[in-house]
T-cell receptor, first 118, second 111 residues
């Protein structure tokens, strides 16, 4: 089974520039997550999709971050304009289920996209 | 106070040692307790999870949950240099699906 694919793996930009990250989840996984992991910290949820709908985007800084999953498969996360504090690894994860029905929510993560904002 | 607290380390041990990694939490609603391992420049991968209190063993790894103390542990027996990684605890509430992660403990096992 192919894993969660993410690109690019590394990106360096100047502050106020824009950047986009792409994620292809495991085939058949209905739920997709974007996490932000700042160096030395645990992953922090940015947004959760179920198929092509947003389930939770309460922690997404909507003035600069946007995400979409138009066909319920691939997803993109965009940052515009970037700030220094956006330097982090952006992790995409997916799960098979739809959630909210109990049971452990086992996330499969991609390798992440490391962003450095100068 | 953060919902999940985890000492970032680093924790450095010799090969063959027994390693104890721990997390504390404040939300008594957490029901599922997970341990993820994250190698450098990789995404986290699930090691094991437990439901409610008790122990669970998988090879050299044992997870313990003490809900009365709001304290969870991961023990690694006969630690190997390949175990060197960051270990993240994560917890979720029954019926609420999104896990809350600790900040991770960096483990270094030296030969």
């Amino acid at each position: 089974e192919a894993g969660v694919a993410q690109s690019p793996r590394y990106k360096i930009i100047e502050k106020r520039q824009s950047v986009a990250f792409w994620c292809n989840p495991i085939s058949g996984h209905a739920t997709l997550y974007w996490y932000q992991q700042i160096l030395g910290q645990g992953p922090k949820l940015l947004i959760q999709f179920q198929n092509n709908g947003v389930v939770d985007d309460s922690q997404l800084p909507k003035d600069r971050f946007s995400a979409e999953r138009l066909k319920g498969v691939d997803s993109t996360l965009k940052i515009q304009p970037a700030k220094l504090e956006d330097s982090a690894v952006y992790l995409c994860a997916s799960t098979e289920g739809t959630g909210k029905s109990g049971g452990a929510n086992v996330l499969t993560f991609g390798a992440g996209s490391r962003l450095t904002v100068l | 106070q953060k919902e999940v607290e985890q000492d970032p380390g680093p924790l450095s041990v010799p090969e063959g040692a027994i390693v104890s990694l721990n997390c504390t939490y404040s939300n008594s609603a957490f029901q599922y307790f997970m341990w993820y391992r994250q190698y450098s420049r990789k995404g986290p991968e699930l090691l094991m999870y437990t439901y409610s209190s008790g122990n669970k063993e998988d090879g050299r790894f044992t997870a313990q949950v003490d809900k009365s103390s709001k304290y969870i542990s991961l023990f690694i027996r006969d630690s190997q240099p390949s175990d060197s990684a960051t270990y993240l605890c994560a917890m979720s509430k029954g019926g609420s699906y999104i896990p809350t992660f600790g900040r991770g403990t960096s483990l270094i096992v030296h030969p």
